[in-house]
């Protein structure tokens, strides 16, 4: 089982594997994480990141975008062993935003 670690609380990550997408949503009344393989009405789409020693990070696919762009060479993009660091506006819930720089 993996280690789901939060992207607030992490300063730099480097990227071993991204996942496929996955569509999540938090069912209050159970208090669970329900998750579903394909696009679901008032689900987020997810992609998960592999960090190693079997932690992982969820990042929505706008915040993979960004790190997408920020590692282009020339038209071709790989992710895996890309290394970025992680800053954030400062504020909390709602209102954070975060950066990716690469390293």
């Known amino acids: 089982m993996p ?13 071993n594997r991204v996942s496929a997408p996955v569509w999540e949503r938090w069912n209050a009344e ?3 994480m329900e998750k579903a393989t394909e696009p679901t009405k ?10 190693g020693n079997d932690n992982v990070v969820a990042i929505s696919s706008s915040q993979l975008g960004v790190m997408l762009e920020a590692a282009n060479e020339k038209g071709q993009v790989d992710l895996a062993g890309k290394e970025f660091e992680v800053k954030n506006n400062g504020k909390e819930g709602m209102e954070i935003r975060y950066f990716f720089n690469l390293k």
């Open 3 to 15: 280690n789901y670690l939060k992207l607030k609380d992490l300063t730099e990550i480097k990227v």
């Open 30 to 32: 159970e208090s669970k």
């Open 42 to 51: 008032d689900f987020k789409k997810r992609y998960y990141i592999d960090l």
